[in-house]
């Protein structure tokens, strides 16, 4: 047993999502009305396989994650998702159109395997996971993509990364005595350092927040 699993991005969706009334009105709204977007007998489907629009956009922002079109994605979908599409197609009697996939950005660029997911649209921003491939994600992926979801916790991680940096660099070589300001004064500059550094290398290379790229299809986001 591995002391820190990787991170299974179906079960972190699964768990995101809630079941409570409005979830429940908007399939049963499903439910009432013909699909605009693929013609489906929601009766036949798994309910814990369908997702709202809110919590796709959630994960995709905590996990740094995009949410496109299957145009959009680079690699080729395993013999596994066509399986699954064609039994869908059979069961509903329907040719499914409009897939989306969530995955880390490099995969719409990069041929790699780490945890995409499958989905089709259902209509009124709801939509059916088909099939789950890949690597689990990094244990850690969460908690690295963190200083990514604004500005504020980019922030403070800047200053916390600063903290450690000073308490690393050896003060004898700014002065002979220590003291409270020599500290904080080169707790500063490193500072200044860090974030010239990381805010020259995000704008150079056209990074934005999560919230900002979870759907977006340009490369430089």
């Known amino acids: 047993m591995k002391l820190f699993p ?3 991005i179906a079960v972190k969706l699964a768990n995101a999502q809630s079941n409570d009334d409005a979830f429940l009105a908007g399939i049963n709204s499903l439910l009432a009305r013909p ?3 693929n013609a489906f007998d929601i009766e036949q489907l798994a309910t814990d396989k369908i997702y709202h629009l809110d919590t796709i956009r959630d994960i995709c922002i905590d996990y740094r994650l995009r949410f496109l079109d299957l145009k ?3 690699n080729d ?3 596994e998702a066509f399986d699954k599409i064609a039994v869908l197609e059979i069961e509903h009697d329907t040719t499914l159109t ?3 996939v969530m995955a880390p950005s490099k995969l719409f660029r990069l041929k790699n395997t780490d945890d995409p ?3 089709v649209p259902l209509g009124n921003d709801y939509f059916y996971l088909i099939h789950q491939w890949g690597d689990d994600l990094h244990p850690f992926r969460k908690a690295l993509m963190w200083p990514f979801k604004n500005i504020w916790n980019l922030l403070l991680t800047l200053l916390v990364v600063s903290w450690g940096a000073t308490l690393l660099t050896p003060m004898a070589i700014f ?3 220590t003291s409270w300001t020599t500290f904080w004064m080169v707790y500063f500059f490193n500072f200044k350092a860090i974030a010239s550094v990381v805010l020259f290398s995000g704008f ?4 934005n927040f999560n919230p900002a790229i979870w759907n977006s299809k340009y490369n430089k986001a």
């Open 204 to 207: 150079a290379l056209g990074k």
């Open 77 to 79: 979908l395993p013999q």
């Open 98 to 100: 409009g897939f989306k």
């Open 35 to 37: 699909q605009s977007t």
């Open 72 to 74: 959009y994605f680079k």
């Open 117 to 119: 997911l499958l989905f």
């Open 6 to 8: 990787p991170t299974d």
């Open 175 to 177: 002065t002979k005595t």
